[in-house]
T-cell receptor, first 111, second 116 residues
Framework: SQQGEEDPQALSIQEGENATMNCSYK?????LQWYRQNSGRGLVHLIL?????REKHSGRLRVTLDTSKKSSSLLITASRAADTASYFC???????????FGSGTQLTVLP | DAGVIQSPRHEVTEMGQEVTLRCKPI?????LFWYRQTMMRGLELLIY????????DSGMPEDRFSAKMPNASFSTLKIQPSEPRDSAVYFC??????????????FGPGTRLTVL
């Protein structure tokens, strides 16, 4: 079953704008990860933030984590048409570091 | 490395038939996961293996589903008999328990299953 919800479910922006996606979860976590899924493809790992971290950057990606609110956000700056994809947050728990995915945000970046 | 390999990429079958999905994890990865993705339920973990041993199959929906991992380089997910509600995209993923990427799962391209 899904750990939580992502918001918004769909987001459409113009190239060059920033895109922000939010994720809420329910249980305690070891870390939280964001994945991207292009249409008809498998998921690709983007970035990981540990439970004791509050913010992390990787290229045009910025992730924040608020464990008190059980929420995370993914910011993509200066978006490109190639960023068009579905983005999923995944919480990690358990001894095998199992992933529990959110419902995903469909991002469309218009050229 | 070729990444996680899944076959077939597409499968169309009739209700009642047996379906076998195949996965080859990344060499050296000791965890293997099977997921199912549908519009209604999103991404669900079905079962995972560690060192070829099934650890948690609580996500397997029914006894019609079974999974095996006879060796470190091969796993199968079998549905027998298949039903239309099994139609989904099935993903296999693997990860290592050590090294810099041990938290990251690597996904295959998926098998799109349609049961008529």
């Amino acid at each position: 079953s899904q750990q939580g919800e992502e918001d918004p479910q769909a987001l459409s922006i113009q190239e060059g704008e920033n895109a922000t996606m939010n994720c809420s979860y329910k249980t305690s976590i070891n870390n939280l990860q964001w994945y991207r899924q292009n249409s008809g493809r498998g998921l690709v790992h983007l970035i990981l933030i540990r439970s004791n971290e509050r913010e992390k950057h990787s290229g045009r990606l910025r992730v924040t984590l608020d464990t008190s609110k059980k929420s995370s956000s993914l910011l993509i700056t200066a978006s490109r048409a190639a960023d068009t994809a579905s983005y999923f947050c995944a919480t990690v728990g358990g001894s095998a570091r199992q992933l529990t995915f959110g419902s995903g945000t469909q991002l469309t970046v218009l050229p | 490395d070729a990444g996680v390999i899944q076959s077939p990429r597409h499968e169309v079958t009739e209700m009642g038939q047996e379906v076998t999905l195949r996965c080859k994890p990344i060499s050296g990865h000791d965890y293997l996961f099977w997921y199912r993705q549908t519009m209604m339920r999103g991404l669900e973990l079905l079962i995972y293996f560690n060192n070829n041993v099934p650890i948690d199959d609580s996500g397997m929906p029914e006894d019609r589903f079974s999974a095996k991992m006879p060796n470190a380089s091969f796993s199968t997910l079998k549905i027998q008999p298949s039903e239309p509600r099994d139609s989904a995209v099935y993903f296999c993923a693997s990860r290592t328990s050590g090294g810099k990427t041990y938290n990251e799962q690597f996904f295959g391209p998926g098998t799109r299953l349609t049961v008529l």
